[in-house]
């Protein structure tokens, strides 16, 4: 039977409740047990995609494409599209993780009302318990039985007091009850303020947060603490946050601010949080050598503390006002520069007011995604300084679209050359929407998502790069490079180095100028990037760049 461990969070949101369940996860998975996480996100969103990513982060997207359907013979909804914590999910365990794992307000909501509509509650009163809450249960159940899981880590998001959240909590409830206290646990996290004025850990919000789950019926069985500092350098406070929980003082689990993310599951080892774990869900580690599996990521996490170079790329965007929009760009750019013994330092560009100088001054650029208007053309003069300076260059989705108007203007003579997104009366639409998008409508979940086969053409930096003529990469786009307009003009030295099975979508471009790196890929890289196993583009991007400012090693 599977084992379940929710975790929920309480007195602020962006404490790392995501890390803090991924490291969670990885406690189970050092012991060789089959686990997997699901996030619950309370908006009533059917999924993120239509979500600003300033507002809410990064959309993540999966390798697999779930057909959702809220009732029998009903209409299908496409969802690949979830929420930025798959990204750190699948980072650490180095899994790939069904979208189905992301349950949404909106998915739970709308199925209630079109079963209600379709007449399978005839008869009954519909509310939300317990119909939304049976919902709620029976995709977690569903989830551990079809995939025969030892462990299922559920993240709830939000934090306690919210009043979207109160479903999902009643559903927690719920669930303790019908599967006993041998069989799931509840880890809470919370956030502990350092207070500088006095020199101490303040529990207090911790205190109040506790009690308002306690409120919902729930008690916990650990309390992750998220602190400036280790609780250890205040004794009192673990011991007062142990009286007011109502939990033994080794169940309060110190979570500091650290260099490494990935060091977060050393950390709670240390604590002995997965023992812990293991004796309260009755379970017997499956693997003899969980000490070489603990001494292997050890090994990892060291990759990203031991650096001994620096570089700095610039990442030109529009929505530069908050790093979670690009966090899985950041993740790969850093587990690429670890294994290549190198820190790498972001310098965030805000293309609406663009500074040249923060552009020119940088070791390298990638360009990042995006969609609409605002600050495109800010975007399209880094491209182009990118080229004049031959400064290093990967553009990534919108990157290597806006890559390419830079050269058709700069290159070709396309005076106004835009894409149709931008500028529908652009006089060169050398970026259109695809053919298969025109008729569409509605926008969520309708662009070309998930994992696509990947031609790369023989002889081009990509092809020696991934040392292979087909890959499998993550989409998201209704935009493409119309290739006509670099047809007529081949002797420029912009290629297209990889398309789709049908020929007809370009996937990727390049630059064949001698000794300059210059990448464009319709495709992101960067979800499939592992601390373990960085993403080839991402790691040959860097090199270019530790080529160009410290000289190619003999």
Not at 220 to 235: G, I, K, Q, S
Not at 295 to 310: A, C, G, M, Y
Not at 415 to 435: C, F, H, L, Q, R
Request: net charge neutral; charged share 25%.
């Amino acid at each position: 039977m599977t084992k379940f461990v929710f975790v929920t969070g309480g007195v602020m949101s962006g404490i790392g409740k995501g890390i803090a369940a991924a490291s969670t996860a990885k406690l189970f998975q050092f012991r060789g047990f089959k686990v997997s996480i699901v996030k619950i996100d309370p908006y009533l969103n059917v999924d993120p995609g239509t979500l600003n990513p300033i507002e809410h982060g990064e959309c993540f997207v999966t390798e697999i494409v779930w057909n959702f359907q809220p009732v029998e013979n009903g209409e299908k909804f496409q969802i690949s599209e979830i929420d930025q914590d798959f990204g750190s999910y699948e980072r650490f365990l180095n899994v790939n993780i069904p979208p189905s794992h992301n349950i949404t307000s909106g998915q739970i909501y709308l199925q209630t009302i079109l079963k209600e509509r379709k007449g399978e509650y005839l008869g009954h009163t519909v509310q939300i318990i317990p119909h939304c809450t049976d919902i709620i249960k029976d995709r977690i159940k569903r989830i551990a039985q079809e995939e025969k899981l030892d462990v299922l880590v559920i993240e709830c998001g939000g934090t306690v007091g919210d009043i979207e959240s109160t479903v999902f909590l009643e559903a927690i409830r719920q669930l303790r009850l019908e599967v006993g206290r041998k069989d799931m646990v509840l880890i809470h996290v919370t956030y502990i303020p350092y207070s500088e004025a006095v020199g101490q850990l303040k529990s207090k919000p911790t205190q109040h947060s506790v009690k308002m789950l306690q409120a919902a019926g729930l008690q916990p069985d650990f309390l992750v603490c998220r602190a400036p500092v280790e609780l250890e350098t205040d004794p009192s406070v673990r011991a007062k946050i142990s009286l007011f929980s109502n939990l033994p003082p080794e169940a309060v689990i110190s979570n500091p601010d650290i260099q490494c993310i990935y060091d977060l599951p050393l950390i709670f080892e240390r604590q002995n949080l997965g023992d812990s774990l293991c004796f309260n869900l009755d379970l017997k580690p499956k693997t003899l050598s969980c000490i070489e599996c603990i001494s292997d990521w050890r090994k990892t996490v060291d990759l990203f503390k031991n650096t001994n170079k620096e570089v700095t790329i610039a990442m030109p965007g529009k929505y530069t006002s908050i790093t979670d929009s690009y966090v899985s760009i950041n993740a790969a750019l850093r587990d690429a520069g670890a294994h290549l013994g190198t820190k790498v330092h972001i310098r965030w560009v805000d293309t609406e007011y663009l500074d040249e100088n923060a552009v020119l001054s940088a070791d390298g650029m990638l360009n990042t995604p995006g969609f609409g208007s605002r600050a495109v053309e800010g975007m399209i003069r880094c491209a182009e300084l990118a080229m004049e300076h031959r400064i290093p260059y990967l553009g990534i989705c919108f990157g290597c679209q806006l890559l390419y108007i830079a050269y058709c203007r700069k290159f070709l003579g396309l005076e106004g050359a835009n894409s149709t997104e931008i500028d529908p009366k652009t006089p060169y639409a050398v970026v259109d929407k695809m053919d298969d998008q025109k008729a569409i409508k509605l926008m969520g979940g309708t662009m070309r998502l998930g994992g696509y086969p990947v031609i790369l053409k023989p002889n081009t930096r990509l092809s020696s790069v991934y040392a292979q003529g087909e890959i499998i990469e993550r989409f998201r786009h209704r935009y493409h490079i119309m290739d006509d307009f670099m047809k007529k003009n081949d002797d420029k030295g912009m290629v297209v180095s990889a398309v789709d099975k049908t020929g007809k979508i370009v996937n990727a471009l390049e630059l064949n100028w001698p000794n300059y790196f210059c990448v464009g890929t319709q495709f992101h890289a960067e979800f499939k990037s592992r601390p373990t196993n960085p993403s080839p583009i991402y790691t040959a991007f860097l090199q270019a760049v530790l080529d160009k400012k410290f000289g190619k090693p003999i």
